[in-house]
């Protein structure tokens, strides 16, 4: 194992901060892996999935079963982490820009575009080596104008030339989901299957440069850009990965979450070995435009009546709020069908909190996809 230390920009005299990177294997073949966990720095349960990756990987790659390099980023926002409000961790937002940690990654397509016109040949191969040395160009010119900003370039900078990304998050309270590319679906059913996934949300566009999609989004678009003369791969596959709740974070969960990622990795061809049979899939891809996010109509209590997990038909109750003042008891109602996927952990409501998701299969919305 190497540690490799990326020094941020001290954001304040006398302070310093760092990411840390672990790289695995020896290189045989160009094939990268890229993980990491906590980009929002309150989402634990990838930290402890990587503790136990980590042990693995340390002896995959002393039996020499490491096809090329796995590299893995424990705790990707350190930033974030030391975000301590009187006791409360505030990971998701830069309190210095008020920056969500998961949004505004470089979108490369139209610098790629403008770099690759004329470049391209016929050999898919050599095009996907061309396009990640650009990428990689392209991020090396980022002038960062903040420690959020600079952490960003980091981490993007490390994934842009892997084949897989991982990012390792978790909800509220959740069962375990995935995000990624629809053009990604099919090669991600594996790793659905292996984490037992109740969800599989796909988008071509979610809105706002999260890091997945700003991994592998610019495949798909210059595909299509530059037409079927000079083939392109989708080069890489990313994955936003949802391990559950954020209390969901148990021994027993981690080591069955990292084994089933190497068992992906295993089957995928970036770990030597028979991977395990898979298991049968616990839910179909369905688009990120059917997922329903439900709103409080009003401010008051909030009352689950259906738990994560639970199929819920269209027309269905998931739960009430309750105005404590006035006594208005209003039933939170689904008007897509599927499993209730995600849920705040707050039981008090305001008005037009987004409260619970509902994997739909139907696309309906459009615009910005994600939360905030
Ligand atoms: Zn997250």
Redo the contacts with the bound molecule.
Sequence with gaps: MRIKNHPLPAISAGTSRQITSLHFGHAKTTQKVYIQSS??AD?IPGMLVSHYLRQSLLALEQADAIAGEIVLVPVANPIGLAQDIQGSAFG?FDLATGINF?RAYQYLTPLLIEKLTGRLGSNERENTALIRREALAILAQWQSSNEASALKKTLQSLAIDADIVLDL??DNQAVMHLYTGTPLAKATMPLARYLGARALLLSVLSGDDPFDESCSRHWWELAQHFGSETPIALGCQAVTIELRGESDLTHGFALQDANAILQFLMQAGHIDGDAMPMPEALCQATPLEGSEPISAPHAGALVFTKNVGDLVAAGESIGDVIDPISGKVTPLISSVAGVLYARVARRYAQHGMRVAKIAGALAYRSGNLLSM
Excluded: A, G, P
């Design positions: 980009l929002h989402e998701r998961n998050h978790c």
